[in-house]
């Protein structure tokens, strides 16, 4: 008997393309997909984790990435709050100093129920 080689199939990059589309797309099974298209499962599969992006594909090593991400923008929001802790002091002071210098009586007094109130949010 004759040894028959066994010859293995090429497929272009638009077939492939096209074929992971409707892997990503469509709502049936992979199985499904690769007997339609006469397919293996395995070259099918191979196919859609390569067009992901390596962020997707590898599990711990993104989440480690977005470990650090979420900790770097903590770390940049408590500046953010700090800051406007900074400010809203400083406003309070610079209206405090306003309303006792620059306002009449009645004004004053209709002016410290927001006051009172701003300064207890803070």
Known sequence: MEERKKIKPFFTREFKDDAVKLVLTSSRPLTEIARELEVSESALRSWVMQSKPKSQVDGPISLEGEIKR??????????EKEILKRFSAFWVKEMFDRIIFEFTR????????FFHIHILLY
């Open 106 to 113: 009645e004004e004053r007094l209709n002016f410290l129920p």
């Open 70 to 79: 979420l900790r770097k923008e903590n770390a940049e929001l408590k500046m």
